[in-house]
């Protein structure tokens, strides 16, 4: 075995030292938020929290989960999420696949319809118009069917699509295998990469989305959980809703935004371990070619 150069050693060295240094610099406004969101009212105005909860309180925490409201909206979350995840993967991987068909005729037009939208689009009074005109308001659909196709995930699709051997599918024809068969039984199988990186994504995506709700629901009802927090934020709902006291109200003005960042991002954060794997061999072999 080939001894390291002292060279070498320092460049690890240093390269250790950085990386550590971007790790902490990444994870100190994460471990603060979480701090803030325990810590009390005096403590967070004179800006006494760091990294440790300082004068604990779980007050707005607990306002938020004997709300009704909150879970009925986080109920919606995790169902507008779901379908429209689902919808936008199916639409996303059968657009990517047959553009990733050399062969296909008026491929070059597709891709262009597709790389235009990234670009341009109607407006957001057309779309309001249109989504009205097609019933679409107060339902699901209407925030899965308008933000169903990311141009970037289908080009990094497209791309990965376009890697794999062209000699398994012509084997899978052969052996009498229908287009979808290939699809669903040879391509899907050998792109669990991509498509975990892409259901991140877009799940993500529709997790955060809080205007399409806004804008085209009329209940609160069927508000995601995003809208209720940003009205606890704006004091549009919130504590005294609850039946909170003037105190309580002060210290869920003091941190809600600390509380509504972690009740957001932890239902991700659970998630991310589980795909993690793919993420980064799904981006760069979609990416990459060679």
């Given at each position: 075995?080939?001894?390291?150069?002292?060279?070498y050693r320092v460049f690890q060295g240093v390269n250790g030292v950085v990386l550590s240094l971007v790790v902490l610099v990444t994870l100190y406004p994460f471990v603060n938020i979480i701090a803030r969101s325990f810590s009390g009212e005096r403590q967070i105005r004179a800006g006494e929290v760091t990294l440790w909860p300082k004068g604990f309180n779980l007050t707005t925490y607990k306002i938020v989960f004997q709300d009704s409201m909150f879970?009925?909206?986080y109920g919606n979350t995790v169902l507008y999420t779901v379908v429209a995840t689902a919808v936008a993967m199916v639409l996303t991987t059968c657009y990517a696949y047959v553009l990733s068909k050399k062969h296909l005729k008026g491929r070059t037009a597709l891709v262009g319809i597709a790389v235009f939208t990234m670009f341009f689009t109607g407006g957001l009074i057309p779309q309001y118009v249109l989504i009205t005109s097609l019933g679409l308001k107060n339902s699901v659909w209407a925030i899965a069917l308008p933000n169903a196709i990311s141009v970037f995930n289908l080009l990094v699709m497209k791309a990965f699509f376009e890697s794999l051997p062209t000699e398994l599918e012509e084997a899978a024809q052969i052996d009498g295998l229908s287009t979808y068969g290939?699809?669903?039984?040879?391509?899907?199988p050998l792109s669990k990469a991509v498509v975990a990186t892409m259901v991140l994504f877009y799940s993500v995506s529709f997790w955060n989305s809080w205007f399409s709700a806004f804008l085209y629901m009329d209940s609160s009802d069927l508000m995601p959980v995003t809208v209720y927090l940003r009205n606890m934020i704006q004091g549009a709902t919130g504590g005294s809703n609850a039946g909170a006291t003037t105190d309580q109200l002060s210290q869920v003005g003091a941190n809600i935004q600390a509380v509504t960042i972690v009740l957001t991002a932890l239902p991700i954060i659970c998630v991310y371990p589980f795909v993690q794997r793919y993420f980064v061999s799904g981006v760069m072999l979609g990416a990459v070619k060679g």
């Open positions: 075995m080939v001894k390291p150069s002292r060279s879970w009925r909206n290939i699809l669903l039984r040879i391509v899907l």
